[in-house]
């Protein structure tokens, strides 16, 4: 850890706006007066903009306004001038056709919102999945001081006895019902018992694994990811979050200062030890490309290999978030990344101290929700990155999600041209497939959905499923839901709307996956692939005009992270020119 604190008292980015009394400073203050503040709020004390992605359609955040009361208070307490201000909110559950085509689009509109106005500090107020990455992205490009308070995960799902995870059921019950195993109204009955309080998904999901993410980052204070969302302690965090954030504002601490190649290698072996989502990858990959550090997809591979998946919780285990809170939470697995060597113990975090110093004391309290290392899911959990004739740029996999047995296999393919066609030949019993096939699925990538949508954990065909096969290998250029499981190789690349490889495999071609050897291979000569990627043609579907246009036009690989091309890097937290 080298941070400096920077001297204070100093002038503040925001008194460009408030200092003074030119024409222009009394334009920006006086206006600002009509909301009923005194005028020694502007006196120089830091203005603190409370990024809030609360929405009635964002149902993971629909708590948020609640909670940034509370980190209101904590500004204040500290000596800060809290501001809310309503930003940007991709909902996962709502949006189509998928969150993640707006997750570039909502961190350039928050960037540009931090930019622009007078503020000096950051609270980022995130939960569901593509908010956590979208306002971290945006804080990294701007590189104002940042911190993240998560809204906190849902509270345990039951129904009939059994524990209920939010999505991985969702999977399970709908696999159920083409099964002929579960009828149509116990679906419906069990529909009631998924959601039953506010916050994000209980499963180690996407929401929650980036909001572990950002706290093994270092941008959130220790024990934020865990809370549940309506415990109390969840309260308390916002306000400890909110008089931190006034020092971190004092002190000049930044984005850039905790979001360090080490750290963002804490987070990968972090990522690895608690069974996280494979969404993690692209989410940091491009948060990495914002803040200026070198992250590939072999530091991916590199940093979680040999990481045992310690956290017991679904989709990979058997318990959900409320137990890991329960149990210590993330402190307590990070303490044991240090334990075995595997952690960058001096990186900074947003509370000023290492990460080490937060964590060293912690305590498990259930050793059979965060396991033993001999104990563990899987000895060498992670996301395996598979690359070969298939994926020259790299593919995804979850090893604590999938089925050992299919970790080394052969089987011919069964191409699906989008998800339009998948969807009307899955459920034909007429279907040339059984369980040793591999599932091809094309034209979900980035450009190609356009946005990536979370259909790579295709269903299973029912006759299939009929057999009591509850699992196949699947490969596509898409994404799959945190919650979801299975032998599934994801965002394949260079995608099929680019002109990858995966454009031109045809049903009848056999395919070998081996895990172990980090290997996806299309069983034809170099001749023939060169010779199908030379008649390739791309499809005509690309977007006349709009935001689809813009993201088709200029959206990178999954490999990079899939963000915009002229987003990367750090763009600065410059004042812009006054215009009255």
């Known amino acids: 850890m080298t941070f400096k604190p920077a001297p204070w008292p100093r002038k503040l980015r925001s008194q460009h706006w408030f200092g003074g009394t030119s024409r222009d400073t009394i334009y920006h203050r006086g ?15 830091p203005v603190i903009g409370i990024l ?14 609640e909670l940034a009361e509370k980190v209101k208070a904590g500004v204040w307490e500290a000596g800060g001038f809290p501001v809310e201000v309503p930003v940007f909110s991709a909902s996962e559950n709502t949006f189509r056709p998928t969150a993640m085509m707006y997750r570039n689009l909502a961190a350039l509109a928050v960037e540009e919102a931090m930019r622009a106005q007078p503020i000096d500090g950051a609270v980022l107020m995130v939960g569901c999945d593509k908010t956590t990455p979208s306002l971290i992205m945006a804080a990294a490009s701007t590189d104002i001081p940042s911190i993240v308070v998560t809204g906190g995960p849902m509270l345990n799902g039951y129904f009939r006895g059994e524990r209920v995870g939010s999505g991985t059921h969702l999977w399970k019950f709908s696999e159920a019902v083409k099964a002929g195993e579960m009828t149509q109204e116990e679906f419906l009955e069990a529909e009631a018992s998924m959601s039953r309080s506010t916050g994000s998904c209980n499963t180690m999901g996407t929401a929650s694994t ?45 984005p850039s200062d905790v979001m360090t190649k080490p750290a963002f290698e804490n987070a990968i072996r972090t990522n690895a030890a608690i069974g996280g989502s494979t ?33 017991n919780l679904m989709p990979s285990g058997k318990y959900l978030m409320e137990e890991f809170f329960y149990a210590g939470g993330l402190p307590v697995v990070i303490k044991r990344l240090g334990e075995a060597g595997l952690l960058h113990k001096d990186a900074l975090t947003v509370s000023g101290e290492t990460m080490w110093d937060q964590v060293k004391d912690v305590v498990n309290w259930n050793e059979d929700v965060i396991l033993p290392a001999e104990k563990a899911l899987t000895q060498s959990g992670g996301i395996v990155v598979l690359k070969g004739n298939l994926a020259p740029k790299g593919a995804v996999l979850k090893p604590s999600a999938a089925t050992p047995a299919l970790m080394v296999h052969r089987g011919r393919a069964v191409v699906f041209e989008d998800i339009d066609d998948y969807k009307a030949r899955i459920n034909d019993e007429a279907l040339d497939i059984d369980e040793t096939c591999v599932m091809v699925l094309k034209n979900c990538g980035p450009k190609g959905y356009p946005g990536m949508a979370e259909v790579g954990n295709m269903g299973l065909p029912p006759k299939v499923l009929r057999k009591g096969i ?99 890097g750090c763009r600065g937290r410059e004042v812009g020119k006054d215009s009255h």
């Open 31 to 45: 206006w600002l007066k009509n909301q009923g503040h005194p005028h020694d709020l502007f006196d120089g004390r």
């Open 210 to 254: 980036m909001a572990s993410m950002a706290e093994a980052l270092g941008m959130a204070l220790s024990g934020n990811a865990a809370i549940p969302a309506v415990d109390s302690r969840r309260r308390v965090m916002a306000q400890m979050t909110g008089r931190r954030i006034v020092q971190m504002v004092k002190d000049d601490l930044k």
């Open 279 to 311: 969404n993690a990858v692209i989410h940091l990959l491009a948060m990495a490309g914002r803040v200026g550090v070198d992250l590939t997809l072999d530091d991916w591979d590199r940093c979680g290999r040999d990481v045992p998946t310690i956290v």
């Open 470 to 568: 509850t699992d196949m290998v699947r490969i596509s250029d898409a994404r799959m839901s945190g919650t979801a499981y299975g032998t599934v190789v994801l965002h394949t690349s260079p995608e099929a709307a680019a002109g990858g490889p995966l454009a031109v495999v045809q049903s009848g071609d056999f395919i070998t996956l081996d895990v172990p050897n980090r290997t996806l291979r299309l069983e034809i000569s170099d001749d023939e692939l060169a010779a199908r990627l030379a008649a390739w043609q791309p499809r005509h579907e690309q977007a006349a005009s709009g935001y689809a246009w813009l993201h088709q036009q200029h959206v990178e690989g999954a490999d990079t992270g899939a963000d915009l091309d002229f987003l990367k």
């Open 52 to 65: 809030n992605t609360w929405s009635d359609l964002t149902p993971c955040n629909g708590h948020l306004r």
